[in-house]
């Protein structure tokens, strides 16, 4: 039997060129060319979105194949070659590095995986994972990129998982923009769905399968196993040549990086995180059409923000009231001298509603009509009667609530990849991942 390797690499890609993913599908063709045999799709793992030195979608990749033994140095060399070669390794934030662990992933580096995905690990821990698990680790510029690398090698996903073909366009036409025919696109989203999901925003009717940037890839489909994600691409009209195509298994739409913390007050900054408390004061709409509230439990309060792109979910966040018990999903953001922390809303849950009391003024006793406050203490007068009645006071009226218990979240263009959509609950995979179809990447 050959021994099986696990291979993760990060940090190849900048704002301005590059693509992880994209390094994967060339070593996918060079490894099965070697003979290598894959014992697993390609993992993509999304680490925590809300570490503030990464830029864009904070994605690590792990190839997981068995290879002769005398295959080994040569796969190796091949592997950093390729990332060495499709690396901007000129940009100053990024660090490629590529880490490989031979046999079984051991549960501490799950562990540490699980860490890297839901907080933040420093490079010594990366280092000292390295070296209690006999991970070999090459950085080609920084050591930092090893921290992603090892993370993807642990993230084996034997929980929740998705699966997402990826194709790619061939070096002449990506800096042209992409002519994928969106009808085609509606088509695969009303064949497919729910089995895929994010395929197009239904607010807007934006097409989310192609990025807009320059990378390589031309479109993603998400869905929940390798053959739905095979037939939707059977469907959508790239209107170009495809360089090639890959399904990866990835933490993608799975939540991976939220999990509770026990108090408001240990919800730290650049963490993603559920926090469970009473809305404390009413929302209410800044400059540039964000929406904040604070939520509040015994340990303290924090700010919870739904930004202006997460369009019509701020409508459900401004019907909260003082008293409404909600879970806040969402990314910690370090607060400033005169500000605590933020928490970015990702989605929310409403748990229970409190009463809603709104006060009206008095009616006049001879008219009917409201009457208007008199002053400050001063009880309320009709104008039209000319009455005055100094103890007259408000009156409280229990206004019917708009808000549902239950779950609310941001249209699909404005989901982070890891965001579980809703059409994803109850959809929660166990165990380990489907085995390789035929094919699961081309050429
Ligand atoms: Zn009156």
Redesign the pocket.
Known sequence: MSPVLHVGIDDTDSPRMGCTTYIAALLVDELTNLGCTFVDYPNLVRLNPNVPWKTRGNGAVCLRFACDEEKISSAMRTIVVIVKRNSDLAHKRTDPAVACLRGEVPAGITAFSKKVIRSVAAVREAEKTAKKFKISCISLKGRRGIIGAIAAIGETLQGDHTYELIAYRTPQTRSSPRKVDPESVLRMDRETRPLTFNNIDPETGRILVTPRGRDPILYGIRGENPDIVLRGHGIVKANEDVERWVIFRTNHGTDDHLSQVPSVAEALPHRPAVVTGKVSTMPHTIPGGHVIFELRDGSGAIDCAAYEPTGSFRDAVRKLVVGDLVEAYGGIRKGTKKYGHTLNLEKIKVMDLAQDIRFENPR?S????R?ESAGRRQGFR?R??R?EDTTARKIPIAVERELALGMYLPPPRAHRHLTKPITRYGREKKGPGLPLIEPWHWP
Do not use: F, V
């Open positions: 006049c001879k008219c009917g009509k009457m009709c039209k009667c009455i």
